[in-house]
């Protein structure tokens, strides 16, 4: 069973998008940490507005915003949502990778790698993020950017 | 159900420890009490290339903030507590290990804030007589534990044997849980 998959959510339109440069010059808005290897920031309306008219199929109501990762991402569960369900799944597009070679990987209960992808730039891509994840190879400096479809109003 | 700790297998623990020993046989004389010593330069610890790998195998390699050096006289257990700033801590175990524990509480009394003797790191006190354990791990291999909770370690060693000498590693690990 793969853990992390592409799904059929249309591309985004470059004109909605900003460019990294923007993207790290906007406000940082909160997010489950104040350190900066995660940090999130907010989309225009006209790209929140354009993810909730194209894209369907996501198993939760959410808010498109931008996700900004820096030196990796260490093993972990995501955290429960507001209401106390697991999360379960992330959907993600990245607009920077970070590198060639960064690499988000799954793990089992003991730690063990089960699954590991190079996810592809401007690909939508679901992450069963209830099982233990984490991202590695990020060149060192440079951030990994993506576009996330975070859950909300629960 | 809260879950207290996972036992982490990793390769090499026996030249991890060795290495460890060596840089802190350096830095300090002696150690004869209980006490936790935080490294003026944990890099030197970090750049362990045998730990380097199992760190990164774990995704933790740039996410470790703080390190310190637990030793435990055998005899008197430590006092209960909880540590404060991080929720998850990977602890080695580099010499005298066996026969020792970490134990886990529930305590129907709020702590109290104090300070340790030796650093003056702020920590959380639990008064033993209302405490229940509720768990228990032996430290002979590595263990991510939850230093969140109320917990203490006792070394069953008789006195005069080793002393129990653990490398605690605190994760930057805020994004979610670990077990």
């Not at chain 1, 089992?108 to 992450?127: A, G, N």
């Not at chain 2, 790998?53 to 257990?77: N, R, Y």
């Not at chain 2, 066996?98 to 509480?105: A, D, H, L, Q, S």
């Amino acid at each position: 069973m793969n853990y992390i998959n592409y799904v059929d959510f249309p591309p985004v339109p470059e004109n909605l998008l900003l460019s990294p440069e923007e993207i790290l010059a906007l406000p940082r808005i909160p997010s489950v940490t104040n350190k900066d290897f995660f940090q999130l920031r907010p989309a225009n309306d006209d790209l929140i507005n354009w993810c909730w008219e194209n894209i369907t199929g996501v198993p939760f109501k959410f808010r498109a915003q931008y996700q900004i990762i820096g030196y990796g991402i260490p093993i972990h569960r995501d955290q429960a949502l507001p209401n106390g369900e697991p999360r379960t799944l992330a959907f993600n597009y990245l607009l920077d990778c970070g590198g060639s070679n960064v690499a988000t990987r799954i793990h089992d209960d003991d730690y063990t790698i089960v699954e590991t992808e190079i996810i592809k730039p401007l690909r939508w891509h679901s992450i069963k993020v209830d099982m233990l994840h984490s991202v590695v190879g990020l060149v060192p400096g440079r951030f990994r950017i993506a576009l996330s479809l975070a859950p909300t109003g629960i | 159900m809260t879950v207290y700790f996972k036992q982490v297998t990793i390769s090499n623990l026996d030249i991890i420890q060795q290495k460890v020993l060596n840089i802190l046989n350096r830095e300090i004389n002696s150690h004869s009490h209980t006490h936790v010593y935080y490294p003026d330069n944990d890099r030197e610890y970090l750049e362990i290339p045998e730990l380097v790998e199992e760190l990164k195998k774990l995704g933790f390699d740039q996410h470790i903030f703080s390190t310190g050096i637990f030793v435990v006289a055998p005899g008197m257990p430590a006092p209960i507590h909880h540590d404060v700033g991080y929720k998850y801590s990977f602890n080695l175990p580099i010499q005298g290990c066996e026969n020792t524990e970490v134990n886990f509480f529930n305590s129907t009394k709020p702590p109290e804030e104090r300070r340790t003797v030796d650093s003056g790191k702020r920590f959380y006190y639990y008064d033993p007589a209302y405490c229940t354990q509720t768990a228990s791990c032996n430290m002979s291999s590595p263990y991510i534990l939850n230093t969140s909770e109320p917990h203490n370690i006792v070394n069953l060693n008789p006195a005069g044997s080793k002393l129990r000498i653990t490398l605690l590693l605190r994760l930057n690990e805020e994004l979610g849980d670990l077990f």
